[in-house]
Nanobody, 115 residues
Framework: QVQLVESGGGVVQAGGSLRLSCAVSGTMIKGSTMGWYRQAPGKQREMVARITKEEITTYADSAKGRFIISRDDAKNTVDLQMNNLKPEDTAVYYC?????????WGQGTQVTVSS
């Protein structure tokens, strides 16, 4: 059974940093596209950052210059370093794995940025 478990969320003041981590079990992430998404209350889930198996990265405009996605295929993890956090970054952050037609999601971790 494939499981994605996010960690690292919490409460931080505006301007602070957090590092989210996604640990994958039940399969190897090598060859997969991994991503971080978020969903704020009353809003649709949106892509924050993605990284392909070739380590090509894509960022939402709101994340460019502040967030960095990385992967460690040997450890089967994908991280999201978030800097200069803003109150509008408050959301539940989800890890996603894509492999051919297969998609797996984690349960999410709450990030709250206070002003």
């Amino acid at each position: 059974q494939v499981q994605l478990v996010e960690s690292g969320g919490g409460v931080v003041q505006a301007g602070g940093s957090l590092r989210l981590s996604c640990a994958v079990s039940g399969t190897m992430i090598k060859g997969s596209t991994m991503g971080w998404y978020r969903q704020a209350p009353g809003k649709q889930r949106e892509m924050v950052a993605r990284i392909t198996k070739e380590e090509i990265t894509t960022y939402a405009d709101s994340a460019k210059g502040r967030f960095i996605i990385s992967r460690d295929d040997a450890k089967n993890t994908v991280d999201l370093q978030m800097n200069n956090l803003k109150p509008e970054d408050t959301a539940v952050y989800y890890c996603k794995r894509e492999y051919t037609f297969l998609v797996h999601w984690g349960q999410g971790t709450q990030v709250t940025v206070s002003s």
